[in-house]
């Protein structure tokens, strides 16, 4: 059983174009994040979400929305898309800070390649 | 600000030692982990440091000093299998959040 797990896996697209990213966890936890990595390897985190309420927003272009149903999902839709927006968009989840005595480790899906002709 | 630096990239032979480096500036420090990265799959936690010292977790060792914001991860009996990207990320101290600031990641080659 996948523990978190984005689709689609690939996604090609055109310029100007407006696409989604589905995310879901099966892991029971409370929060839940969207990352981005670009092609310098580099992980850099975009937004999260602790039980459908938005926690972290860093600064990312207004045309990044996302949007979290329930706890064990979290969708990223992107408007009008860029050549820059080309990367690979992680989606991961963690228990709460200290919960149960965890270390919140974040567990990550397999990742969205989105490329932008 | 906030700055995790890490070497680029690291060769190593197969069954020998290596040590990945990271220092750290952050907004304040909630603990440190080092994940694994293999080539087009996700990052896979590797381990977890708050207080100083070892952390030891069969071939992975990882070490930390909050007073000098430095770690490292110590890699034993190195296989091919360790060739991937080895990412340095710090948790900011804030709340209920859980903001963990990724370093760029050392590319480690391991060679027969």
């Known amino acids: 059983d996948t523990a978190v797990s984005q689709t689609p896996k690939y996604l090609v697209t055109q310029m100007g174009n407006d696409k989604s990213i589905k995310c879901e966890q099966n892991?029971?936890?409370?929060?839940m994040y969207w990352y981005k990595q670009d092609s310098k390897k580099f992980l850099k985190i975009m937004f999260s979400y602790n039980n459908k309420e938005l926690i972290i927003n860093e600064t990312v272009p207004n045309r990044f929305s996302p949007k979290s149903p329930d706890k064990a999902h979290l969708n990223l839709h992107i408007n009008s898309l860029e050549l820059g927006d080309s990367a690979v968009y992680f989606c991961a989840s963690s228990q709460r800070v200290f919960a149960a005595g965890g270390t919140g480790e974040l567990f990550f899906g397999e990742g969205s390649r989105l490329t932008v002709l | 600000g906030q700055n995790i630096d890490q070497p680029t990239e690291m060769t190593a032979t197969e069954g020998a030692i290596v040590q990945i480096n990271c220092t750290y500036q952050t907004s304040g420090f909630n603990g440190l982990f080092w994940y694994q990265q293999h080539a087009g799959e996700a990052p896979t936690f590797l381990s977890y440091n708050v207080l100083d010292g070892l952390e030891e977790k069969g071939r992975f060792s990882s070490f930390l000093s909050r007073s000098k914001g430095y770690s490292y991860l110590l890699l034993k009996e190195l296989q091919m299998k360790d060739s991937a990207s080895y990412l340095c990320?710090?948790?900011?101290?804030?709340?209920?959040?859980?903001?963990?600031?990724f370093g760029t990641g050392t590319l480690l080659a391991v060679q027969p």
């Open positions: 892991l029971g936890h409370d929060t």
């Open positions: 990320a710090v948790r900011e101290r804030g709340g209920a959040t859980n903001k963990l600031i």
